[in-house]
């Protein structure tokens, strides 16, 4: 397992998967360790993923710093990354709220992305966040599913601030509630840094008018890709998203839900490829 020094001493881990033009990895979560990723879909078999596991997470060091879990204080790691990996320019796919972050490095460090693809990613850091109203009109649309009753109310709750989450609601962040989306939504509690989540967006992290005139600049090609049926974000916000680059395409993969990727792998790893490929 690789590990390089960020600028503040923290050890942190990165994986390899597949073999060709390499292709730098962010994760969400906030905070969830790049092995949920897994190869993307069957993507490593045409890139050379460097997953990167955030600070404190998978098999990254915990910073002495706590305060260093914040999103825009990670850019300085995704650089020294860059560093290390010995990448002029780079190709940066990132998922979920890993966007967040990889748009903070974008418009800190524009002459560093050669292409940018953001996978079902909520654009909090143009602030733009996917609201309740949102994610209840994805989740509405699987109203014919089996478990959708039981679900629903335990999700409005959820969204409400009147109860925690509750693992039945987990489907609605899949395309399909299958076997492969149940082992996959059952490894995210280890997975996770709860800690280091709820300091991923503290206040000062994000400073949306600032990141926007910034990404309306950025040269690099962009790639905007939400799920048909995922709530956070949804197609509506992710296309206002793709609006605020210079040169970005969107697209709604069909059927999915926020782990395109696990929905339908040949559709999405054929997408990405084509625009990596561009």
């Known amino acids: 397992m690789p590990t390089f020094t960020a600028a503040d ?32 879909g069957g993507l490593a078999a045409h890139r050379r993923l460097i997953l990167l596991d955030l600070r404190g997470t998978g098999d990254s060091a915990v910073p002495a710093d706590p305060s260093s879990y914040r999103c825009d204080r ?3 790691d995704v650089e020294v990354l860059r560093v290390h990996a010995e990448l002029d320019r780079m190709d940066l796919l990132a998922h979920s709220a890993g966007g967040s972050l ?8 524009p002459e560093r992305v050669a292409r940018l693809a953001l996978i079902t990613a909520t654009p909090w850091a143009l602030g733009m966040p996917a609201t309740a109203e949102d994610r209840l009109a994805a989740a509405r649309l699987r109203k ?17 601030g009147t109860a925690d989450f509750d693992p039945v609601i987990e489907p609605f962040f ?24 709820d300091l991923y967006f503290s206040d000062g992290a994000f400073d949306p008018p600032a990141t926007r005139a910034a990404l309306a ?15 956070g974000p949804r197609p509506g916000l992710a ?12 697209e709604v993969q069909p059927g999915a839900g926020h782990y395109p990727w696990l929905d339908d792998p040949e559709w999405f790893t054929r997408r990405v490829v084509a625009f990596l490929d561009r």
């Open 74 to 76: 990670l850019v300085d």
């Open 9 to 40: 001493g923290t050890q942190l881990a990165y994986h390899v998967r597949g073999e060709g033009e390499p292709l730098v990895v962010l994760p969400g979560g906030p905070m969830r360790a790049s092995a949920y990723l897994g190869d993307l």
């Open 217 to 231: 600049e950025l040269p690099a090609p962009v790639l905007v890709l939400a799920g048909e049926l995922d709530g």
């Open 174 to 197: 899949y395309g399909s509630w299958d076997a492969v989306a149940e082992k996959h939504s059952a490894l995210a509690d280890e997975q996770c840094n709860d800690e280091a989540a």
């Open 239 to 250: 296309r206002r998203a793709a609006d605020v680059f210079r040169d970005a395409e969107s």
């Open 144 to 160: 014919g599913e089996p478990w959708f009753e039981g679900a629903y109310p335990a999700f409005e709750a959820w969204l409400a």
């Open 102 to 109: 990889a748009m903070l490095y974008a418009a800190r460090y």
